[in-house]
């Protein structure tokens, strides 16, 4: 009697310990599961149950463990990302100091051109008697404007190459949807538009520090590539020559959380899937037509 009393007392603990199991895994926490149900053995391992959840926990913990195998291929797929970034930052960098030196000793060759130019009119002026009249130093004045400003330019077009070419804006589109590319495409070169199409926001970011386009289409849901849509749009921020390119996501997804997200970011403009035409060609012209104001402010 007084054994079946006991064996009664430890299914009775055993069963506690199982519905604490339970709680357990809904949390989460499969190596303390483990623990309860080692400790449930040892109390009485003839209960029914205790074999169930040795079953379930097993595949539990596999599927943990291959949980954090996977987030571990994550970071370091990122972290050879940032690897490949910090690298291609360093080369642009290294170009952009060697292009600035080029330009430097130009401007020097240019200087030292002009004042001997300069030196010799005016040596040429003095044998001859004559002093340099007013028409003369304006013209001198006007050459050395002239030369002044094709470095400025020089300058300039280390940075802004590709932004338009002969008068014509260029948009950069990235979708990983190939039809939505050839689609929108051929939409906006019908409408004299040059785009520049990618199907992975990864590549534009590389292409978009050495080249500045007019505006940039991007969708939000970027399957193939390492950065969504809302990444890619603070990577583009961080650099400070893209700042005030208009940028424009698109999406399939009708979500108020997404459109809220995509304002709050500071994106331009937000436009759902299925895309009308024409209110993506009003979009885009009035953005255009902003951004190009703001750069005709003095």
């Known amino acids: 009697m007084e ?23 809904k949390a989460g926490d499969v190596e303390e599961c483990l623990r309860e149900i080692i400790r449930a053995k040892e109390i009485y391992p003839k209960h029914g149950y205790i074999g169930a959840y040795e079953e379930r926990l097993a595949y539990l913990k596999e599927e943990h463990e291959k949980n954090i195998a996977l987030e571990r291929t994550k970071e370091e797929a990122e972290a050879a990302a940032r690897k490949r970034d ?14 600035e030196r080029k330009q430097r000793r130009q401007d020097a060759r240019r200087e030292r051109e002009e004042e001997r130019i300069n030196a010799k009119f005016e040596r040429s002026q003095e044998s001859k008697g004559s002093p340099v009249s007013d028409e003369q130093k304006r013209e001198i004045t006007e050459a050395k404007s002239s030369t002044s400003e094709n470095r400025v330019a020089g300058r300039s077009q ?11 804006e260029v948009i950069l589109v990235v979708d990983d949807d190939e039809q939505m590319l050839e689609s929108l495409s051929h939409a906006l070169a019908s409408e004299g538009y040059e785009t520049k199409t990618l199907e992975r926001s990864d590549d534009a970011y590389v292409l978009l520090k050495t080249w500045t386009p007019s505006l940039i289409l991007c969708d939000v849901n970027l399957e193939t590539s390492t950065m969504g849509g809302f990444s890619f749009y603070e990577k583009v921020r961080s650099l400070d020559y893209l700042n005030d390119i208009p940028f424009i996501f698109l999406t399939g997804m009708n979500d108020e959380v997404m459109v809220r997200t995509a304002k709050e970011l500071g994106a331009d403009d937000y436009l759902m899937k299925p895309i009308s035409l024409e209110n993506l060609l009003s979009t885009i012209k009035g953005k255009l037509r902003r951004f190009g104001s703001f750069r005709e402010k003095p």
């Open 158 to 168: 280390l940075y802004s190459e590709g932004s338009s070419k002969n008068g014509v």
């Open 86 to 99: 910090e690298e291609l930052r360093k080369e642009h960098e290294k170009e952009r100091k060697r292009l």
């Open 3 to 25: 054994q079946l009393i006991q064996i009664d007392d430890a299914r009775k603990i055993v069963s506690e310990i199982l519905r604490r199991v339970d709680r357990l895994i």
